[in-house]
């Protein structure tokens, strides 16, 4: 009675299951795409300052009065394929359950070949004509969106255009004369100002919540591959992505996008908004093109460490952008720029870091000249280049085959020679030089350092290293001091310093 009885238990839990979710059973669909605008789209330009907008009487009413009607929900859905699907569940094969019940009974639960998986989100109308921003993640893979107005009207939405790798989409519905924000100049932004975020946090209805700019020019965060965030403590939660972040003119400022929720899944008062000005440059591109176009210089480059610039003998505070890896037939190779050079302006700027100047060869024209200053073997020189159109790559990245030569014992790593049969478990060229890393010993400096198995070791202190002898050699000639390496990661190259002990 006991396998009866829990044979029973498992069917009334995958009657309870199929109850809840066989309505989402369909089939397949196409994502909704328009092709770029035939006409222009006018983009409502920012407000002038209007004085005396807010009181401690009304507080921000005049704002959200202004702005309320201009963000939308959007609801979105698309098909997932469960692995396996279309299977009867394992429990209904057992002879036991098919005596009981009999063949037929399993085919009521087998999983459902195809699911619809809904998301819900806000986004915020640009141009009259029903021009509407939000987040890529809102209406990524859609089959279906359904956009809610401010006066309950309901309407299809279509995708114009998406741009994964700042998190931003354009969607359309059809309609006419709808309100609009206007976009501020977010680079003029100052932290301390107030901000409003409006949007529908978990579908519960539009709400309003104020804040301050927390910071600006925020990164490094691995959210999306342009950051420079606004960040804000006004409560954001799930469903404000891809709504507005006001000022007290009821210009937009900034998209919501992201949280810190501490594991919650809540506000922390940590917020996180992509920049007006970044937004509409994304936005006028998608509006032309359908797409994002974006120059290249055609390097990979790293952040310029105090420990990267005494090994590369750069003085003063560290700053600029170390490149580790110059692409073939680029701007870049073309210009002369070689692996090790650090580039410290872009058309007389200053490179503060190695994601500012990402960000700003992001938004320029392929096509477009500019001139870097570069520091090569302890001399600064002009470099001028001509930026290509960046292209999408996929990196590969692997684990080696079992093994462990000793060496490297200082810098707390194993290394055996790179053989074409690990280069192919790497998915690296068979022609590919170096040792490889077959072990990081925990709290090592090494593993401080970042280093991983598979790595492939290719220089020390710029010396190239063909095979263990030379980096044994190499390590030798370099005593005690801090050992610049320059390791192949997948199809990337990057410069790491570690500090053996």
Not at 76 to 103: H, T
Not at 220 to 235: K, S, V
Request: glycine fraction near 14%; charge should be neutral; include cysteine.
């Amino acid at each position: 009675m006991s396998r009866l009885a829990t044979l029973i238990g498992l069917i009334i839990a995958v009657c309870i299951g199929v109850a809840v979710g066989s309505w989402a059973t369909v089939t397949a669909g196409h994502p909704p795409f328009l092709t770029a605008s035939a006409h222009p789209v006018l983009l409502a330009s920012a407000s002038s300052p209007v004085g005396n907008l807010i009181s401690f009487q009304n507080g921000f009413v005049p704002v959200v009065k202004k702005d309320l009607p201009a963000v939308v929900n959007i609801a979105s859905s698309k098909i997932v394929r469960p692995a396996g699907g279309g299977q009867n569940l394992p429990f209904f094969s057992d002879p036991f359950f098919r005596d009981f019940f009999g063949n037929g009974f399993s085919q009521q639960f087998r999983v459902p070949r195809e699911q619809r998986e809904h998301s819900l989100g806000s986004g915020v109308i640009i141009a009259a004509d029903g021009y509407i921003l939000t987040n890529n993640h809102v209406v990524d893979g859609a089959s279906d969106i359904k956009v809610s107005l401010y006066d309950k009207r309901e309407l299809k939405g279509t995708i114009v255009g998406t741009d994964p790798k700042t998190d931003l989409a354009v969607v359309r519905v059809s309609a006419t004369n709808l309100p609009v924000i206007a976009m501020a100049d977010s680079s003029k932004l100052q932290v301390g100002e107030f901000c409003i975020a409006i949007g529908d946090p978990f579908g519960v209805g539009e709400t309003v919540t104020m804040g301050i700019v927390s910071a600006t020019g925020r990164g490094g965060l691995g959210i999306e591959d342009y950051e420079d965030f606004i960040q804000t403590d006004a409560a954001i939660n799930p469903g404000n992505s891809g709504g507005a972040l006001v000022n007290v003119n009821g210009d937009l400022i900034g998209v919501n996008t992201a949280i810190v929720s501490g594991g919650s899944g809540g506000n922390q008062g940590v917020g996180f908004a992509i920049p007006a000005s970044m937004a509409r440059q994304v936005t006028e591109q998608i509006l032309k093109h359908g797409k994002v176009v974006r120059g290249s210089l055609g390097v990979i480059i790293e952040p310029v460490t105090a420990e990267l610039a005494r090994a590369f003998g750069l003085t003063g505070q560290p700053r600029g952008a170390l490149i580790s890896q110059v692409q073939p037939d680029s701007g870049a190779s073309r210009a002369g720029l070689q692996r090790g050079d650090i580039i410290l302006q872009l058309n007389g700027e200053p490179v503060i870091d190695s994601r500012t100047i990402s960000l700003k060869i992001s938004t320029m024209a392929p096509g477009t000249n500019v001139t870097l200053r570069i520091f090569r073997n302890g001399q600064e020189k002009d470099v001028t280049a001509t930026l290509g159109e960046l292209q999408t790559a996929a990196g590969n990245s692997g684990q080696p085959a079992g093994g462990n030569e000793s060496g490297g014992p200082r810098l707390g790593i194993g290394i055996e020679p790179l053989t074409p049969d690990i280069a192919s478990q790497l998915h690296l060229p068979a022609n590919t030089g170096g040792v490889v890393v077959t072990d990081v010993q925990s709290g090592s400096a090494a593993e401080e350092a970042g280093l991983r198995q598979g790595d492939v070791i290719q220089e020390v202190n710029r010396k190239p290293v063909r095979n263990t002898n030379d980096f044994q050699q190499a390590m030798r000639q370099g005593g005690n001091q801090p050992v610049l390496l320059l390791i192949q990661r997948g199809s990337d190259h990057v410069f790491v310093v570690v500090e053996p002990r």
